[in-house]
């Protein structure tokens, strides 16, 4: 074995980013609406859409720089993987962009899935 393959063993993959959508991917409204589950090291997950991150109350704070994340606010916003995820479904549905919420864009965008496929 070579120093190079040697050294490939010691690379490590990690998985650091989930991202949860109520519609299909390639769906054109798909980035809008989907939430970010992220890495923040120490084994602990963010659940993120546009900046802002879910509370453990459901709410939805806007993260801010490091100085400003305390570690109550920490606590409150993030969480091991499964709970991150668990969150991050739970909350899909609700998404909601101007005005209309993805259980809202996913029943329109089947609509026009159906309209097309009649045609």
């Known amino acids: 074995m070579s120093s190079d393959d040697t050294a490939l063993l010691a690379v490590a993959p990690a998985v650091t980013e989930y991202t949860v959508c ?5 769906d054109r409204n798909w980035g809008a ?17 546009w900046g ?3 509370s453990v109350d459901g709410g939805w ?6 100085v400003s994340r305390t570690d109550e606010w920490l606590d409150r916003h993030r969480f091991d993987l ?9 909350e899909a549905p609700r ?9 809202e ?12 496929a009649e045609q």
């Open 22 to 26: 109520l519609l299909p991917e390639g």
């Open 33 to 49: 609406y989907a939430i970010r589950v992220v890495y923040r090291g120490a084994g602990r997950w963010a659940v993120m859409r």
């Open 52 to 54: 802002f991150c879910l």
């Open 61 to 66: 704070d806007h993260e801010g720089g490091a």
């Open 82 to 90: 499964p709970c991150a995820l668990h969150m991050a479904i739970r």
């Open 95 to 103: 998404v909601t962009v101007l005005g209309i919420s993805a259980a």
């Open 105 to 116: 864009a996913l029943r329109a965008a089947t609509a026009r899935r159906a309209t097309r």
